[in-house]
């Protein structure tokens, strides 16, 4: 699906090196934050068992819904200790080791939440996402145009904010059995003059949003 050189990082040293400190900081703006979590009150459903997989200190599930379980995944264990959302997590490099230690369709919905820039073998992780969640499963992976930059993959650098839609998309459809494939697209209000400028008013806002499956492919 990518070419080899589209999976390289400006900085080659390992992933585990780059998160062993953590970064208790927000790698998005308040709009974003509120459109994410008005997005999961609309789809999730309570009462569910919930992946948040490249997870960080902070989460963006609404405050009034309970779910079953939350489990969290992330690269620093410091980071995760203060998520208050998660019931449990585990630490690991994905880049290094895609296979998830979870059960066969165990969850109802996976959280990917502004860092699936970072997998360079995206189409085994999918393959996992598919394999761990339950029939009618949500995948939804959100990102705007932030990004550790020397650790995004080049495939995600050289492209446009489309494009990276258009990426993701093909991320799914990589995996024979993901269906209703969509994406929501919300790009940055501020003035072109300005963004010449660097200078960003409101983050841009995406989603792409998949579902696995029923066990009668319905």
Known sequence: MLRPEERTKLDPTKDSDFYAFPRFVTHVDEGFIDRLTALYREILSPNTRILDLMSSWVSHLPEE????????????????????????YFVQDLNAQPKLPLGDSSFDAVLITVSVQYLQYPEAIFAELYRILKPNGLVVVSFSNRMFYQKAIAAWRDNSDLGRVALVKSYFKSVAGFREVQAIVRPATTPSFLQMLGIMVADPFYAVIGKKESSLGL
């Not at 819904?65 to 449990?88: C, D, Q, T, W």
């Open 65 to 88: 819904m309970e779910f079953e379980h939350i489990e969290g995944h992330g690269m620093n264990g410091e980071e995760l200790a203060k998520n208050p959302r998660l019931h449990s």
